[in-house]
Nanobody, 121 residues
């Protein structure tokens, strides 16, 4: 069982930056793929970024070049650095973990509770 706790959300002006953190419990953190998903107002949950256990990364086209996902296995933590934020990035951001195949299908094994990011214009 893995528990995920996000932090770092908040209100920021367009063009600003935020860094989200996700602390994971469990001794097998380094073996999981980790990722971020988001759900904006009135929208379906969507994929944002993914980091494999070997540190390869995948990004949604909408965030490429602006967001960076990273992980620190010694701290059981995954990060999402978000730069050049836009109002359309406003969403609840969810940390996720699991098998890489299920992560790529948008069906992680574990979810965090979510953290709100609001970008004002």
């Amino acid at each position: 069982q893995v528990q995920l706790v996000e932090s770092g959300g908040g209100l920021v002006q367009a063009g600003g930056s935020l860094r989200l953190s996700c602390a994971a419990s469990g001794r097998t953190f380094s073996s999981y793929a980790m990722g971020w998903f988001r759900q904006g107002p009135g929208k379906e949950r969507e994929f944002v970024a993914l980091i494999w256990s070997g540190s390869s990364t995948n990004y949604a086209d909408s965030v490429k070049g602006r967001f960076t996902i990273s992980r620190d296995n010694a701290k059981n933590t995954v990060y999402l650095q978000m730069n050049s934020l836009k109002p359309e990035d406003t969403a609840v951001y969810y940390c996720a973990a699991g098998n890489i195949v299920r992560m790529l299908k948008g069906a992680p094994d574990y979810w965090g509770q979510g953290t709100q990011v609001t970008v004002s214009s």
